[in-house]
């Protein structure tokens, strides 16, 4: 069964990763991305637009499917050889996350709802990953399905 989750980085990283089809989080560390399967829906989480930068953004700012296959390794400059797992981005709005703070299970735990983006990778509900992408103008195409009132 696909799960949801939250991964974090820079807009400028994940505006990177969302043109070359991929994600990598955590400075590059494979073992977070072991946890994600195929079919799992990410969505990044944008603290700033430039790494290490002060110009804060806290936006969502994309939203996709990982694909078949396991987290791979590529060779970077200076010997940084990062992991990394192929992602199906699907076409959203980056969007602030403020607007949402009070619906969202993940951050309605109080004023220090952001300790957890530390972990730069985590899971969250259905729920919370429908409502983003509602938030974001996606038309996610494996979002949970929702009871029907009769």
Known sequence: MAKAWIAVASAEHVR?????GFMQVCHGKASPLRRITPEDRVIY???TVVFGGKDRLQAFTAIGAARDGAPYQVEMESGFRPWRRDVDWQSAEETPIRPLLDRLSFTRVGPNWGYQLRFGLFGISDED???IAEAMSCSYPNAAPRAVAA
Not at 16 to 20: D, E, L, N
């Open 45 to 47: 989480y944008s603290p």
């Open 16 to 20: 990177i990763g969302r043109q070359a």
């Open 129 to 131: 990953a429908d409502m």
